[in-house]
């Protein structure tokens, strides 16, 4: 984040403007309806500001601002057309310690979003000054999609909220409660402008609500976070996302997912390395069911799909037991997620009719599948979890039958940044990855579909540093490879 938004209470405060041009009255205009006392400073007047002048009283010298024009001002927009002005006001405000804007950006203090109002809510977009273009495009996005009526829905809960807040005292059910209001027929009713029976539904509602006392037990949210780019969240996932009390994570979930879960849930790290366990799976599910107990929205948030490698079942079977709510989100798993993000499809018409997903996780490296079965012709597999016994791995293969120059690759860090993936064949995939530095989390993909990367791939992310990768999408598995899958938790690397 580059800069701080907040919204300023500018109800009776001093604001300078600078210039005479259409920004300068923009400037003035917006200060106004904020409620400021604005004075405008130009080297002459324009018939704009004095049409603005005329309708909303603002205050308009001839001349240049004055240290005496900034005595007890809040804020300061150096809106001329004349950059060199823009400077020496910029020093000036700088100087008698007055936060400024100006039309070059280089001397801000703070720049002005695009402001989509249905006041008292008001929704603000800002590029950090970098690309204005783009934010009044989104601005005109949304301000399709949020109606207008939502100023009026905004001021009726307003009134209402020393009310609920008296008659619903405890924090998480207050804000349960007002989640159902807005979800819900009362809502629907001011936004349609009948606010007179939305207020005597409100009533009933509330008594309702107050008479059935707190839930005693919540409910828990079993969410598939994808493999690891967070745009391949689905719309389910994101809401859920946004009503947690409380999100149970794993150690692959970078930040640009874990940014999206609600800011003020509690957050409980259970990940797991390889050989080192943050929490027992046992103890994980006994927590989901503590948690839900308490009355709390439980978001268990897993990478990829739950249901793939990530212990989801195991999880949901001591809920159900236990009689605990629940719902479950599936997420695109690591397997569709990266082999479409490099360009290999898992089945095609001329390469492969099937495809089998099974995992190298396993105390001794050696998959315990039926290899008969696992060898078929036109067969893809994917490997989760094997990139720690590789070597291993592909001499089981060869050593059961298949071709040793049969295609492989390996996907490390699947739809993010930092992708990368590494083409072999099961002779020569071990020492490919040695030189080529992969580490994880990565997923294992052999068939002949491999051989179609070549013409298919489309993802080529611009170069990004390991560090900033790592800020972003989350660490990578440890030096060992480990975890084996790629992208996020669930599809790279699993358990949990």
């Known amino acids: ?129 970098t690309s204005p273009l783009l934010v009044r495009l989104i601005a005109q996005r949304l301000e399709a999609s949020i109606p207008a009526a939502f100023g009026k829905l905004t001021r009726f809960l307003g009134r209402a909220r020393e009310s609920i807040s008296r008659r619903i005292p405890e924090r998480r059910a207050r804000r349960h409660f007002i989640e159902t209001l807005v979800d819900g027929p009362v809502s629907d009713l001011v936004l349609a402008g009948d606010e007179a029976r939305a207020q005597v539904l409100l009533e009933r509602e509330t008594e309702r609500y107050v008479a059935s006392g707190v839930p005693e037990i919540g409910e828990v949210y079993l969410v598939g976070g994808g493999p690891g780019d967070p745009d391949l969240l689905t719309f389910r996932a994101l809401r859920l996302m946004q009503r947690a009390d409380v999100v149970v994570y794993d150690r692959l979930l970078g930040s640009a997912i874990m940014d999206l879960v609600r800011p003020n849930a509690e957050r409980i790290y259970v990940g797991k390395k390889r050989n ?61 997620g990266c082999a479409s993000f490099a360009g290999i499809p898992l089945t095609h018409r001329d390469h492969a ?32 979890m094997g990139l720690a016994y590789l070597a291993e791995l592909t001499a089981d293969f060869i050593a059961h039958g298949a071709d040793a120059s049969l295609p492989v690759a390996i996907i490390e860090n699947g739809t993010r940044p930092n992708q990368k993936v590494a083409t072999g064949s099961l002779a020569n995939i071990a020492e490919v990855a040695r030189a080529e530095g992969v580490v994880g989390p990565a997923l294992i993909i052999i068939g002949s579909v491999v051989s179609l990367r070549d013409k298919l791939a489309w993802f080529n992310p611009p170069p990004t540093s390991d560090a900033a990768a790592t800020a972003a999408f989350g660490a990578p598995a440890d030096s060992s490879g480990a975890v084996a899958a790629s992208a996020t938790s669930n599809g790279q690397g699993k358990h949990p």
Not at 46 to 64: C, F, M, N, Y
Not at 292 to 299: D, N, Y
Request: aromatic share 4%; net charge neutral; with cysteine.
């Open 1 to 129: 984040m580059e800069q701080l938004p907040i919204c300023l209470n500018l109800k009776g405060r001093s604001v300078v403007v600078s210039g005479n041009g259409r920004q300068a009255v923009r400037r003035a205009c917006t200060a106004m309806r904020a409620g400021a006392k604005v004075l405008v400073v130009a080297d002459r007047r324009s018939d704009a500001l004095d049409e603005v002048a005329q309708q909303h009283g603002i205050e308009i010298r001839t001349g240049e601002v004055s240290a005496d024009d900034l005595k007890g001002a809040m804020l300061v927009f150096a809106a001329s057309e004349d950059r060199a002005s823009n400077a020496r006001v910029c020093e000036l405000a700088r100087a008698h310690g007055v936060l400024i804007s100006s039309e070059n950006s280089e001397s801000c203090d703070f720049t002005m979003p695009s402001i989509i109002d249905r006041s008292p809510l008001l929704v603000a977009i800002s590029s950090a000054g």
């Open 353 to 384: 009719q099937a495809c089998v997903f099974v995992t190298g996780h396993t105390k001794t490296g050696r998959l315990s599948a039926e290899w008969v079965s696992l060898l078929q012709p036109g067969q893809t597999v994917v490997v989760y």
């Open 276 to 336: 080192e366990h943050a929490l027992p799976q046992e103890e994980i599910s006994k927590l989901l069911v503590r948690l839900a107990r308490e009355g709390k929205r439980v978001l268990r948030l897993k990478g990829g799909d739950p249901f793939i490698f990530g212990r989801g079942g195991e999880e949901i079977e001591l809920l159900a037991a236990e009689g605990v709510p629940f719902q479950i989100v599936p997420g695109i798993t690591a397997a569709s």
